[in-house]
């Protein structure tokens, strides 16, 4: 099926297109994203939803946008929902008009009250600390309002896609050394700490996914946010395959033992040493450096007297997860869990070194997308200062998204469920 638009000059066409032209398109465009990308066709089967890919044509045949329409059944009637799409658009009018008709009418085959999208484009630019960083793109906004779609505005905080991205730019590094160089100082430490404590990253199956869920879930009950559970992993996995990755840290405790012991070790030696010259001849820079290696001698005893305790769990012990999914333009970190006893390992901070240099460096993949902040930068009490001071201490930027957009299809029924949704305030 297809229909032929003559909009300011300019000819389009529009269709039902299949999940691997959507694939070409995504990856030819920098919109492109692994929400719009067959693995979501196959993830939306596979979960009992409905979803179809369409898209426009220029006047010699091409294909020029695009999108993949995921559809779930609400109150009212099915609604419509394009995550990171349509990709390929601009602020053509053209385009926009024709890429609207496109949704509608596939809306309309499915019976959709509305279709919702959310574009992967940014709004503005913003440095690391949140300070902006040229124009803001209102140009876009105009054309889908112009297309027949109401913009459902700015805010802040987390929601079902979040308006605010981190990211990292990783053009120009080339291996490890220079990865972790590129990090604030703060991270660089964490990542060498967990090195230094038999703290390793591996990519695990779905044979393991267990081991992911619980710490995820145990993670959501600590920091109150609902959790996946394996099988919805094990779900992605198969839609996703080889782009999808699990990655799990773990202490090896033997490791860590022997580290340990031999940093103390090494501390007693000092310690004596510095112990004879004090004796010898009291100065207060020796006096100050005693004091200061017999803090570490005693930091080194508490940490081996705790791994008494570690060692009754097992001899390697999961400590953090993380779930990322590569796309030719982006790796995105998607989710992620560690567990509190094991802070001091610093474990998420080598996940999200091994996952930088294996998955972007060493595979030519210059982005690294954090994903969602909260957009707050300015209040230490807001509820993802933790998570924004963590992406925050890999110096990256930060993508304020244009957000939502809605577009009724049948406005009667469109109606009624918008005004159900005030009254019940949600």
Not at 163 to 192: C, H, P
Not at 239 to 261: K, N, P, Q, R, S
């Amino acid at each position: 099926m297809s229909a032929t638009v003559n909009r300011t000059d300019t000819t389009y066409t529009f269709g039902v297109i299949t999940p691997e032209e959507l694939d070409r398109l995504s990856e030819a465009t920098s919109q492109g994203s692994f929400q719009q990308w067959s693995g979501q066709v196959r993830l939306a089967k596979i979960r009992g939803h409905e979803a179809e890919c369409v898209g426009v044509f220029d006047a010699s045949g091409n294909l020029v946008t695009g999108c993949v329409i995921l559809y779930l059944n609400g109150r009212f009637g099915a609604d419509g929902s394009v995550y990171f799409g349509p990709i390929g658009i601009s602020d053509d009018p053209a385009l926009l008009w024709t890429m609207t008709e496109a949704i509608r009418e596939s809306a309309r085959r499915h019976h959709a009250v509305s279709v919702a999208c959310w574009p992967n484009v940014a709004y503005r630019l913003y440095s690391s600390d949140g300070q902006p960083d040229g124009e803001p793109n209102d140009a876009l906004l105009t054309g889908f309002a112009d297309a027949g779609w109401t913009h459902g505005g700015f805010h802040t905080g987390y929601d079902v896609v979040c308006q605010w991205m981190y990211v990292k730019d990783l053009t120009g590094i080339t291996n490890g050394k220079e990865l972790l160089a590129s990090f604030g100082k703060r991270a660089q430490w964490s990542v060498k700490r967990a090195q230094s404590m038999g703290v390793h990253v591996r990519e695990i199956g779905p044979d393991e996914f267990d081991v992911f869920a619980d710490i995820e879930r145990r993670t959501g009950e600590r920091r109150g946010f609902a959790t996946r559970g394996a099988d919805y992993f094990r779900q992605f996995k198969q839609a996703y395959g080889a782009d999808a990755h699990f990655m799990l840290a773990e202490i090896h405790i033997a490791e860590y033992v022997a580290d340990m012991t031999a940093k103390r070790e090494a501390l007693q030696t000092k310690v004596a040493q510095l112990q004879a010259k004090y004796d010898e001849r009291p100065t207060t820079r020796i006096e100050r450096q005693l004091g200061e290696e017999s803090r570490n001698l005693a930091a080194a005893d508490k940490r081996l007297a705790e791994v008494e305790g570690y060692a009754k769990k097992g001899d390697v012990l999961p400590a953090a997860a993380s779930m990322f999914v590569s796309h030719p333009n982006e790796v995105v970190y998607q989710y992620s869990g560690s567990l509190e006893e094991y802070k001091p390992f610093y474990a998420s901070a080598l996940i999200q070194y091994e996952a930088m240099l294996h998955l972007c460096v060493e595979q030519g993949v210059s982005r690294y997308n954090f994903y969602g902040i909260s957009g707050v930068f300015d209040d230490p009490n807001d509820e993802g200062r933790g998570v924004l001071e963590f992406k925050q201490g890999f110096n990256g930027y930060v993508e304020q998204m244009v957000g939502k957009f809605t577009l009724p299809v049948d406005k009667f029924r469109f109606g009624v469920s918008n005004l159900a949704h005030k009254l019940l305030h949600r």
